[in-house]
């Protein structure tokens, strides 16, 4: 079983059980005492709230996640919609991650990972149009997903063993904008807005082409002026 699968696999359990010990994990998946307790550590990087407790009532637990304030929407907040382009063929380099839709939270904690993975490796992909623009390619099928971190090359001849390289065609795109800080419901909020978009106007989403997010110099998470561009496919 790939690493990326079965650690989504026990960050679902994870979030069902709420409460246990690393035994009773190593026992489900079977796998020894130390594999596990080093699982449960990666995950913990990944930036699931596991906490550990001793005693005989003791073991993990998972923290509940916390509230995150409403966004605010009035006449100046900034434009989500931004406009219709059409873009050509881009050849991309980089790592890819498949998972069903039911694992999509656990996904959205694991593919941060490989940005970071991407940004180390950079220097080994030749023919690098931008290394400072970065794209998130996402396929979307009937029951799982697969999300590429990529950047834009000029060409395959120095593509890294470990990676993936992929050919984006020609499209046209409804052009978004996710405006702000990085948490997921604020993100998940700019989607459904997108969605809602959709619905309320005359283009038709393609389902069968990729969709793009776009991270350039806007891409500043640490700041309020943040933004990146999210890029749909149309008919």
Do not use: C
């Amino acid at each position: 079983m790939a690493k990326s699968k079965r650690l989504i696999e026990l960050m679902e359990l994870v979030n069902l059980k709420k409460q246990f010990t690393v035994q009773e994990m190593a026992d489900e998946f079977q796998v020894s005492y130390r594999t596990m307790w080093r699982y449960l550590q990666e995950l913990s990087e990944l930036g699931v709230p596991l906490y550990s407790e001793p005693g005989v009532k003791g073991g993990y637990f998972i923290l509940k996640e916390r509230a995150l304030p409403p966004i605010k929407v009035n006449s100046s907040s900034p434009e989500i919609f931004n406009q219709k382009v059409q873009l050509d063929e881009i050849k991309v380099v980089g790592y890819e991650f498949t998972a069903p839709y039911k694992a999509f939270r656990e996904a959205e904690v694991l593919i941060p990972r490989l940005w970071f993975r991407l940004i180390e490796h950079l220097e080994e992909i030749g023919d690098v149009v931008n290394s400072n623009r970065r794209i998130g390619v996402s396929h979307n099928r009937k029951t799982d997903f697969t999300y590429y971190v990529t950047v834009e090359v000029e060409n395959f001849t120095k593509v890294p063993n470990n990676m993936t390289q992929l050919t984006v065609p020609a499209n046209t795109y409804a052009s978004f904008y996710h405006h702000g800080v990085m948490e997921r419901d604020h993100i998940d909020r700019t989607y459904q807005f997108i969605h809602n978009w959709f619905e309320k106007n005359q283009y038709e989403r393609n389902y069968q082409s990729y969709s793009l997010e776009i991270y350039d110099e806007h891409y500043e998470p640490s700041k309020s002026s943040n933004r990146f561009e999210i890029l749909i496919p149309v008919k």
